[in-house]
């Protein structure tokens, strides 16, 4: 039996939804900010603004909004490469990051998070895994737990 510790579902669609309808409107926001700048007598670097709006409209604010869909798109994707998924058995520990899968099958002496990281120490003391991650502590101290790995509420004091 193993426990996994993801991200939760509506928080992974809603990057996949959310991502692309926020760049929508900050593409929508630059393009109208481009249409304004360019209505001013002077403003500095006006000739950028003025490539922003070149197209005739629609077409203009629709090439805004789509270079917005796209960027936003990235930044979803950015954010999925990112995700630390965390499985835990009795005797491993699966970390994977992206398209990167990293297997830990040491004798763990303390499992624990340090700020955004979550570390593992093996029982010689050697500190083998030092990993960023946004998941929540009660579900990773609870997987750890429920496994019989050695969870710690906080990090050790410095010897």
């Known amino acids: ?6 991200e939760p579902p509506w928080l992974r669609t809603a990057s996949w939804l959310g991502c692309p309808i926020v760049g929508a ?3 929508y926001g630059a393009w109208a900010i481009a249409a304004w700048v360019t209505s001013l007598p002077a403003f500095p670097f006006q000739g950028v603004f003025r490539a ?3 197209l005739p409209q629609p077409w203009s604010t629709l090439a805004g909004i789509a270079a917005g869909v796209v960027l936003g798109l990235a930044f ?3 954010w999925a490469s990112d995700r630390l998924i965390v499985t835990v058995s009795a005797h491993r520990v699966t970390l994977v990051r992206g398209d990167k899968t990293r297997r830990i099958e040491a004798d763990l002496e303390a499992v624990y998070r340090d700020g955004k990281e979550l570390v593992m120490v093996t029982s010689d003391g050697r500190e083998l895994v030092r990993e960023k991650t946004d998941l929540g502590t009660p579900e990773l101290a ?3 737990t429920e496994h019989g790995l050695p969870w710690l509420d906080e ?3 410095e010897k």
């Open 1 to 6: 039996m193993e426990t996994t510790v993801d």
């Open 155 to 157: 990090p050790p004091a």
């Open 76 to 78: 979803a994707v950015l």
């Open 52 to 54: 922003l709006t070149s």
């Open 142 to 144: 609870k997987a750890f």
């Open 25 to 27: 409107g900050v593409g």
